[in-house]
Antibody, heavy 118, light 110 residues
């Protein structure tokens, strides 16, 4: 069974940093592209970033480019999102999602809440 | 403002059929596969349709997808109260080099 478990969310002040983690199990992690997708309170889904299986191809939404960094450790079956210079508008539930190919997200974690507030 | 356009809400009676549209452009829907997600209240999204019209195992055939040009449609037949949820379309946008979603459609089963 595929399992994706996010952690690392919490309350952070504007301008601060946070690192999210996603622990994967139940599949060959190193064979799949992975994504971060977020959802602000009461709002829709927003794709944040993706990394190919060997990190050769990495993409970011314009809203986070230059502030967020996606990375992965295939030996640890883990995906990360380093978030710097956080803003109030980054407040959201952040989901880790496995790419099923053709840019669809076949499996999702339960999400971790990031709140940016003073 | 989402790159993909969906109606904010749709409604229909139990047992009826409903369709949800998703409109885009040549840089996204026109040249990439479309997927659809169901999000029940308080839960993570769930993949319903991928590659325009394929259903993952476990998704009933009451759910269907289609694509024509720069638009896609999700169809749900035999509506049940348990289908009340938010539905999102998604795809890749080659101009943005980014994943994109529609703004979401809230389905109410009256």
């Amino acid at each position: 069974e595929v399992q994706l478990v996010e952690s690392g969310g919490g309350l952070v002040k504007p301008g601060g940093s946070l690192r999210l983690s996603c622990a994967a199990s139940g599949f060959t992690f190193s064979s799949y592209s992975m994504n971060w997708v977020r959802q602000a309170p009461g709002k829709g889904l927003e794709w944040v970033s993706s990394t190919s299986s060997s990190s050769d191809y990495i993409y970011y939404a314009d809203s986070v480019k230059g502030r967020f960094t996606i990375s992965r450790d295939n030996a640890k079956n883990s995906l990360y999102l380093q978030m710097n210079s956080l803003r109030a508008e980054d407040t959201a539930v952040y989901y880790c999602a496995r790419d099923g190919g053709s840019s669809h997200y076949g499996d999702w974690g339960q999400g971790t809440l990031v709140t940016v507030s003073s | 403002q989402s790159v993909l356009t969906q109606p904010p809400s749709v409604s229909a009676a139990p047992g009826q059929k409903v369709t949800i549209s998703c409109s885009g452009s040549s840089s996204n829907i026109g040249n990439h596969y479309v997927s659809w997600y169901q999000q029940l209240p308080g839960t993570a999204p769930k993949l319903l349709i991928y590659d325009n019209n394929k259903r993952p195992s476990g998704i009933p055939d009451r759910f269907s997808g289609s694509k024509s040009g720069t638009s896609a449609t999700l169809g749900i037949t035999g509506l049940q109260t348990g289908d009340e949820a938010d539905y999102y379309c998604g795809t890749w946008d080659s101009s943005l080099s980014a994943g994109v979603f529609g703004g979401g459609t809230k389905l109410t089963v009256l």
